[in-house]
């Protein structure tokens, strides 16, 4: 998403006045942990940032946590609340090596079960000395068709100066979402604003007061790992987020605001706030923050350390998660006529080509971090996503995703669908051959969600390149609305496991479904 940031950063001193301190406590529940030392504490381990699991298949799942010192993470499963009898699964000393985080797989568990689980925190000097358990839930992926798939999805949280709002209830939306009890949430990127600092009180338009939770990490842009992961930390605060985490699985992908507003590989910064300028720098930090917050998101391939991935949840679904980041090509006006390196990169174009015609789920949500036909700009004349607004036959990055739905024509892959988040409005668009320039593909539909916690903006404009009609669009109508004025948005996909029939509905926080469609499977284009 392509904005100004609305506020100006606030004095490093205000941010660390007794107050602010005080609100981030309170937002913890007051554990008083927003910034305290590990290593200088006493007493046993806590677990006061929660819960999360990631990346869960049908018989494994991974299980995070976050202590407040070096700790030693064990993980007990059971099939029931009570763990009457449980499975103890021994994972990783957690140290300042990765910011006191750790992840521990679970493997061998049951198919399409609920799972419980609690995370016990040692003293790596005695093991006897242990902290409060930490519990959580989570049910595993189908192994049988007819046993059906909800989940939801959207993105962008805590952007736009739009932090932590206790006095509105926080980040609400997540409440909405997990009492809808999805199987997993997709989250679509933009999970920090690391480039977007906050102010503690911000005047709305209509007069009214914004108050947000402050730490001394949302004061300034990230350039540091430790101002990274003080971002990450950020969101946890908030008790919606750790209820949420603690019941709903994710698969969580990262677009640019993680880094920096739209950037890509190579650039140098031309931004006073920041004394380091090299976005490859910064980009290496905050992956590393990244990978240390969310379970399952970086995966190892000989020294590289990737995002895209493929997570396969039953013989009803195939979430292929891309980077559309990572190994893009400069922004630009996007008039290229020879474009190999595109959105994607040849490598993982041609990674996804490979697993799209391997995969033999019903459906294959392609799970992209940035719109296809929707025109988001960067800055005057250079373009940030893969539409740069001629209509005409494919150019620029348009010229890789022609290739992409030319191979899933040919190859007659069915069952394809795009979800993503990003810019900031909820909407529907449906692409076929007859209404566009370039014509040599099938039908496909691409869902847009979000933001979850963030600025609401404008509806983008189409470019009629792969021939996009707007079926719906909710949007407001000026730029950067706060969550106070705007309901934040959200989508949810529920796969029928008799019929296989598809159903999209976007909503709006307030419980409103404002869009409801159903797509039917087997098909190469709906």
């Not at 991974?62 to 009457?84: G, H, K, N």
């Not at 971090?369 to 700009?377: R, T």
């Not at 209509?391 to 030319?406: F, M, N, S």
């Not at 529920?494 to 797509?519: M, S």
């Amino acid at each position: 998403m392509s904005e100004p940031v609305p506020v100006p950063s606030p004095a490093r001193r205000q941010v660390l006045r007794g107050s602010l301190a005080a609100s981030a406590a309170l937002a913890l529940g007051g554990t008083g942990l927003a910034s305290a030392p590990a290593f200088a504490l006493s007493g046993r381990p806590r677990a006061a940032w929660g819960v999360q699991t990631g990346d869960v298949t049908a018989h494994s799942g991974l299980v995070w946590v976050r202590a407040d010192r070096p700790a030693r993470m064990i993980v007990e499963t059971s099939a029931t609340d009570s763990f009457r009898r449980v499975r103890r699964h021994h994972g990783p000393l957690l140290g300042a090596g990765t910011d006191f985080t750790g992840t521990t797989a679970l493997h061998g568990l049951p198919a399409g079960e609920q799972i419980h689980y609690r995370v016990v925190l040692s003293d790596p000097d005695d093991p006897r000395r242990t902290g409060e358990p930490v519990a959580g839930t989570f049910r595993t992926a189908p192994e049988r068709r007819r046993d059906g798939i909800r989940f939801l999805w959207s993105g962008d949280i805590a952007g736009q100066g739009w932090g932590i709002n206790p006095e509105i209830g926080g980040y609400r939306a997540y409440e909405e979402m997990r009492r809808l009890d999805p199987d997993f949430f997709l989250c679509s990127g933009d999970t920090i604003y690391a480039d977007g600092p906050l102010q503690e009180r911000v005047t709305l338009p209509d007069g009214r007061i914004w108050r947000n939770v402050m730490t001394a990490e949302k004061a300034k842009v990230a350039e540091t790992l430790d101002e990274y992961r003080g971002n990450f930390r950020y969101n946890l605060l908030d008790r919606h987020v750790r209820a949420f985490n603690a019941q709903v699985p994710s698969v969580v992908q990262w677009d640019d605001h993680e880094v920096r507003n739209n950037w890509y590989p190579g650039q140098i910064l031309d931004d006073a706030r920041y004394g380091e300028k090299n976005v490859d720098v910064l980009a290496a930090r905050a992956a590393r923050a990244f990978g240390e917050y969310f379970p399952g998101t970086l995966r190892a391939r000989g020294t590289e350390r990737r995002m895209y991935r493929v997570v396969r949840y039953g013989p009803l679904l195939d979430v292929f998660v891309l980077d559309m980041r990572s190994y893009r090509n400069a922004n630009s006006p996007g008039r290229q006529a020879d474009d190999t390196t595109g959105i994607l990169g040849a490598e993982q174009l041609a990674w996804l080509k490979r697993e799209l015609s391997r995969s033999r789920a019903v459906w294959k949500v392609l799970a992209a971090d940035m719109p296809l036909g929707l025109v988001v700009p960067d800055g005057a004349a250079n373009f940030e996503a893969v539409a740069q607004g001629d209509p005409g036959a494919p150019l620029g990055r348009e010229l890789q995703i022609a290739e992409l739905l030319r191979f899933v024509k040919h190859r007659r892959i069915t069952g394809t669908l795009w979800l993503t988040a990003d810019v900031h409005h909820t909407s529907a668009q449906h692409y076929a051959p007859e209404r566009a320039a370039f014509q040599d593909f099938a039908p496909f539909w691409e869902f847009v969600s979000g933001p979850l916690a963030a600025g609401g903006f404008p509806a983008s404009r189409l470019d009629g390149t792969f021939g996009p009609e707007r079926v719906f669009v909710r949007a407001p109508e000026r730029a950067n609305v706060s969550p106070m004025e705007s309901p934040q948005y959200f989508g949810e996909v529920d796969i029928d496991g008799d019929g296989g029939e598809l159903t999209v509905r976007l909503r709006a926080e307030g419980g409103t479904v404002l869009f409801t469609t159903v797509l039917q499977p087997g098909r190469v284009g709906q």
